[in-house]
């Protein structure tokens, strides 16, 4: 009945975005295009190369096309909406679009939270357990970890978002931010989400510290394991794909941090929008430029694709 109360009285949500900067929104339209447009090329390579290269078929690079799968999945969530609402005077968002949006936003970041770990141990099991890491890496094993990780993220949010619209909103549709996220959305309610906020504190602990502290323990081994190396070789490959992955987790776990481990009420709507605006646009546009500036078997991708056209 309460979300029937809620989708009557509100079929609409406003998005205030960055409307108290006028005169930022043409630049931060050009900006935010710019590095969407890095975000689709970039990770549409990795995703391309990674399939057509057979070299490249090894469990790393299949979590990193999930990786920029998810990436891709993830911006096109919330980016055109914004530059919609950035080049338009309409700043509207439907109710349904809002539950979508926030439905997908939750998925995708929680399924990005718990990938990480999951090529942060693809990245033990590498250096630390060389000798079984075909074994301990089967690629059954790795199709397996990649489908808990997207149900996970996507069961997760099919919880914690209808716990958010279950909330009264009582008339309130203007949204301090420029997509439908939880800490905005709770600031709309008339009641005390005391309990929403709870849920909240509690979900981003099992979702983002815990993930987190997985992230460092593997790269702890990982660190202890490469001091012990004699070979300079070896030691430059560990910390050219460990440190990638570690920018990125960088990246990624940090203004996430920011926002979901503390109270919405505690927030600073305008702080978040940034922040939000670094981890929702810039991070993923990164990711790809992280993973293949410097990586060598990406190069030598990219040189053998290139020589099979030629030779064509």
Same mark, same amino acid.
């Given at each position: 009945?309460?979300?029937?109360?809620?989708?009557?009285?509100?079929?609409?949500? !406003? &998005?205030?975005?960055?409307?108290?900067?006028?005169?930022?929104?043409?630049?931060?339209?050009?900006?935010?295009?710019?590095?969407?447009? #890095?975000? &689709?090329?970039?990770?549409?390579?990795?995703?391309?190369?990674?399939?057509? +290269?057979?070299?490249?078929?090894?469990?790393?690079?299949?979590?990193?096309?999930?990786?920029?799968?998810? +990436?891709?999945?993830?911006?096109?969530?919330?980016?055109?909406?914004?530059?919609?609402?950035?080049?338009?005077?309409?700043?509207?968002?439907?109710?349904?679009?809002?539950?979508?949006?926030?439905?997908?936003?939750?998925?995708?970041?929680?399924?990005?939270?718990?990938?990480?770990?999951?090529?942060?141990? +693809?990245?033990?099991?590498?250096?630390?357990?060389?000798?079984?890491?075909?074994?301990?890496?089967?690629?059954?094993?790795?199709?397996?970890?990649?489908?808990?990780?997207?149900?996970?993220?996507?069961?997760?949010?099919?919880?914690?978002?209808?716990?958010?619209?279950?909330?009264?909103?009582?008339?309130?549709?203007?949204?301090?931010?420029?997509?439908?996220?939880?800490?905005?959305?709770?600031?709309?309610?008339?009641? +005390?989400?005391?309990?929403?906020?709870?849920?909240?504190?509690?979900?981003?602990?099992?979702?983002?510290?815990?993930?987190?502290?997985?992230?460092?323990?593997?790269?702890? /081994? !990982?660190?202890?394991?490469?001091?012990?190396?004699?070979?300079?070789?070896?030691?430059?490959?560990?910390?050219?794909?460990?440190?990638?992955?570690?920018?990125?987790?960088? &990246? *990624?776990?940090?203004?996430?941090?920011?926002?979901?481990?503390?109270?919405?009420?505690?927030?600073?709507?305008?702080?978040?929008? *940034?922040?939000?605006? *670094?981890?929702?646009?810039?991070?993923?546009?990164?990711?790809?430029?992280?993973?293949?500036?410097?990586?060598?078997?990406?190069?030598? /991708?990219?040189?053998?694709? #290139?020589?099979?056209?030629?030779?064509?």
């Amino acid at each position: 009945m309460m979300m029937e109360k809620n989708g009557s009285s509100e079929n609409f949500f !406003i &998005l205030l975005g960055f409307s108290n900067w006028p005169h930022l929104e043409i630049v931060l339209f050009v900006v935010i295009l710019i590095f969407y447009l #890095m975000t &689709l090329t970039g990770n549409l390579f990795i995703i391309i190369l990674s399939y057509l +290269d057979s070299h490249l078929h090894t469990p790393m690079y299949f979590f990193l096309s999930n990786l920029s799968f998810l +990436d891709l999945c993830y911006t096109t969530s919330s980016i055109p909406q914004l530059l919609v609402n950035l080049w338009g005077l309409e700043k509207t968002i439907s109710y349904a679009g809002c539950m979508v949006q926030l439905y997908f936003v939750l998925a995708l970041g929680t399924t990005e939270c718990v990938l990480l770990v999951v090529m942060s141990y +693809d990245r033990y099991a590498a250096v630390c357990r060389p000798l079984h890491y075909t074994v301990l890496m089967h690629p059954r094993f790795c199709r397996l970890l990649a489908v808990a990780s997207w149900v996970s993220g996507f069961t997760t949010s099919a919880l914690h978002s209808s716990f958010t619209f279950w909330i009264p909103l009582c008339g309130h549709r203007l949204v301090d931010h420029f997509f439908c996220e939880v800490p905005a959305l709770l600031r709309l309610s008339c009641v +005390d989400t005391y309990a929403n906020e709870l849920i909240l504190m509690v979900m981003s602990a099992i979702f983002v510290l815990i993930p987190l502290i997985l992230i460092l323990t593997s790269y702890g /081994a !990982i660190a202890w394991t490469v001091l012990s190396m004699q070979s300079t070789t070896g030691l430059q490959k560990v910390f050219g794909t460990c440190g990638a992955h570690l920018m990125v987790v960088s &990246l *990624f776990f940090i203004p996430v941090m920011c926002i979901y481990l503390q109270p919405p009420s505690e927030n600073s709507p305008h702080q978040g929008k *940034f922040i939000a605006l *670094f981890y929702t646009v810039v991070t993923p546009s990164l990711n790809p430029l992280i993973y293949t500036l410097r990586n060598k078997d990406v190069r030598r /991708a990219v040189k053998r694709l #290139m020589g099979w056209e030629w030779g064509m």
